[in-house]
Every structure is written in C-alpha cells, then in structure tokens.
C-alpha cells in the first residue's frame, strides 16, 4: 500500500504540486530562514489568508550573520550520525489505523488501561494572577486545579480575552524555569488575535512549584517537592508519572469541551513545553494544530546537537526513563518521535509545525533535523491523502538569533500559520 502511494506522490511532485501543501494550496513553510529558503516551500511568494480575502506572505527572515560567526561548520552542516541512515523505515506508520492502535497503546500505558480520564477541574472565577499583570486586553482569568495522584494538583490559568472570541482556545505551555517573557509575548499575540489561551507549567515548576508530594511506600507521610528527576520512585506498574504532565491537558480540555466548545484547539509549547506539546498532540487528537519549539529530536539525533553538549532531553524525554512508553509508540524499528510527529499532523483540521532554532543555546540546536524534514512531511501528506484540510506537517529551522525561545519570527510564521489554518475552521 504504502509503495503505492508514495508512487502517486511522486506523480503529483512531477506535475508540480506540492507533497507537503498547507491549506488551500498553500506550502506550510521551509525548515530554512535564510537566502537558501527563497523558492522552497514556504519561502517569498507564499501566502497566509489576510484580511478582506487578500493573501499575506508567509513572513521570512535571513540568517543572523551576526550569531552565525560565533559558532562552528557543526551548525551549518549535517552530522556524521545522519550518514547512511534511511529514514523511511523509521516511520512505522502507513495507514490510519496505525496511528490508532499507537495512540491507543500510548493511553494504556500512561492510564493502565482506564483510558482518557473524564474528569473536570475546579474552577475559581475572576482570579488575580500576578503572572499575568503585564498582558493587556484581558477580561477575566480563571483557575482551574486538577487534582493529581500522590496529593499533587496542577494548576492551570484560562485567560479570556476582552476582544469578541474568535472561538479558537490556544493552550501555552512553558518548560522548565523557562523565564516568562516568551510564554507572555506569545500569549499576548494570541490575546490580541481574539484567543482563549489556557497556560500551563511543567509539575513542581512556576505556579505548581513549592508542593509537597506523598511519600509512594508510605501513605500519608508527605515528602518535599521532587525534581522531575527525581520521580522514579513513583513510577510503578500500576501508575506513571507521566500523568503529571499530561492529565492536566485532558482534564482542563474536558473543561473547555463541557462549557464553551471551542471550534478549534491549538497547542504551543517552548523546551520542555515543546516536548509536551508534541507528547500530547500525538496523544489527544483534539488538538487541531501544534507549535512544539526547541523541544525534541528523533532518538537516533540526540547526540548529533553541537552545543552546549549532546541534547539527550529530560528525564521524561528518554527511552531510558520510560522504556513501555515509547515503545508503545513504534513497531520495528521505528523511531518513537518522528512517529509522534506523524500523530501529531494526521486528522481533519490537524498540522503540525516543528520549530527548532540552529544557534539554540540550550537544546535542540545545530541542522540534524533536515534529514527528517522532507520524509515527515510527505508522510503525513501522504496518510492525509494529498488533502492538507487533512493533515500537514513542516519545520521551521530558525536562525535568527541564538537565544532558547520563541523568537518573535518564529512567532510571526506560527500567527501567519494559524491565520491560514483559519481558512478551514
């Protein structure tokens, strides 16, 4: 089957249509920023949807010459550890019902088999969040608190905007003691776009910090606030940690389903963040469109990033960590993120746009990623059946700075994005 198509691809290339189109035709965007992007997808004289049926160039923008003197050949040229490999064969997934069975697995593991919990948060009205005072254009924020295993709760912010809801809920997640000027700026453009926006932390960070936890071998005895390294006591057959990060999602997403009914559900997330935003949009296929920034690599590229050492990811983030999980994901030898990727894209009025910045001071840096770019995303073209309405996938390789962060063009290509993907909503 899988042959079969990838034949009709190779048609479709050669009449000159796009494998990778985004909506209506459009391409969803190049992994380049800099003079090597004109011409390909995404590049000058592509278009988003504007105001009055006009149509607005994807925003681009050049390498930045001044950060790219700082840093070495290793970030302007593939590493050895890409020589030779097919990736092809890394993406197990060939029809739909592939990613059925896979997200079906991933659910067993993280709930043991209870499936999505059904439940609703708390919520408590019209709350003061300090976090928040510096955003503009805010009606109201409400709190929701999840309750979790061990005594532990997440909370999460619901931020109305005061402009008319364009009925689209954006759920932000920051990372690990990220700062806030990213999660603000980007929540900001979403407020200012007419967005609900949900906004999350990462457990025993931010405004989940500071908790205790009930001690697993000793009910009722209550234990300072982990590290999430330090959460393999609580892993067990009968219960993940993994709940922790990602039951907060379904149980505050039942919460915006049971009240307001959003039409469409986007999901951005930056470091840590991102590799939730990409976990959970594979995971819940609610999600309509993600934005996972500086967030993962495939597992055969971890050590491919050049600085500030080989990007291994967090403890949550490892097969070592959580070895039934991520092979729930694969078959074969398939690589547990470039599936995820294609979970993530495949639906009606579903994509996907990886950011990964090449001079990250942090995670995730360096150009690895190309090697997976073109495979993915005409994977995901294909499974969607060349109907972009129905699934896409592309990466934005950043250059423009050398910060880890959501830059404000990265920013600019995700709103643009957005914008487009509105076509169909």
């Not at 000058?44 to 994807?58: D, F, I, N």
């Not at 067993?108 to 510096?134: N, Q």
């Not at 090697?371 to 390789?397: F, K, N, S």
């Not at 962060?405 to 643009?416: D, E, Q, R, Y």
Request: glycine share 10%; net charge neutral; aromatic share 8%.
């Amino acid at each position: 089957m899988l042959g079969g198509v990838l034949g009709g691809i190779g048609v479709a290339l050669a009449a000159g249509v796009p494998a990778g189109a985004a909506h209506a035709g459009v391409p969803h965007g190049s992994a380049a920023t800099g003079s090597g992007a004109a011409g390909t997808a995404g590049g000058p004289g592509t278009a988003a949807a504007g105001h009055g049926g006009k149509r607005a160039p994807r925003p681009v923008a050049p390498v930045n010459q001044e950060a790219a003197a700082r840093f070495g050949p290793e970030y302007k040229t593939l590493p050895p550890a890409v020589a030779g490999v097919d990736i092809e064969p890394l993406i197990g997934i060939t029809d739909p019902e592939d990613i059925t069975a896979r997200r079906r697995k991933m659910t067993d593991f993280i709930w043991k088999g209870a499936g999505l919990p059904t439940t609703t948060p708390t919520v408590e009205t019209g709350v003061t969040a300090p976090d928040f005072a510096s955003l503009t254009g805010v009606r109201r924020i409400d709190l929701l608190t999840v309750p979790l295993k061990y005594r532990i709760t997440a909370k999460v912010y619901d931020l109305l905007p005061r402009k008319p809801w364009n009925r689209r809920l954006a759920l932000y997640h920051n990372g690990h003691g990220e700062p806030f000027d990213t999660m603000l700026r980007t929540i900001q453009a979403l407020l200012d776009r007419g967005y609900r926006v949900m906004a999350y932390a990462m457990p025993f960070h931010h405004w989940n910090g500071g908790q205790q936890i009930e001690d697993p071998k000793n009910p009722g005895t209550m234990l300072p606030s982990p590290s999430h390294r330090e959460l393999v006591p609580w892993e067990s057959d009968t219960f993940s940690t993994l709940t922790f990060f990602l039951e907060p999602l379904v149980v505050t997403l039942n919460h915006a389903q049971a009240t307001y009914r959003p039409a469409s559900v986007e999901m951005l997330g930056l470091s840590g963040g991102g590799w939730t935003t990409t976990v959970y949009a594979a995971l819940d296929p609610r999600i309509n469109h993600s934005y996972p920034t500086a967030g993962s690599l495939p597992f055969f590229l971890r050590a491919a990033s050049p600085k500030p050492s080989p990007t291994t990811g967090d403890w949550e983030q490892t097969r070592a960590s959580f070895p039934g999980f991520y092979s729930s994901i694969t078959a074969g030898t398939a690589d547990d993120y470039l599936e995820m990727y294609v979970m993530a894209s495949v639906g009606e009025n579903r994509g996907q746009l990886q950011v990964l910045n090449r001079f990250d001071d942090c995670c995730f840096n360096g150009v690895s990623h190309r090697v997976y770019q073109a495979p993915v995303r005409d994977r995901v073209a294909l499974l969607a059946g060349g109907r972009p309405e129905r699934g896409r996938w592309d990466l934005l390789e950043d250059a423009t700075h050398d910060d880890h962060t959501i830059s404000p063009h990265a920013l600019s290509v995700i709103l643009w994005d957005l914008d487009t993907a509105n076509v169909t909503t």
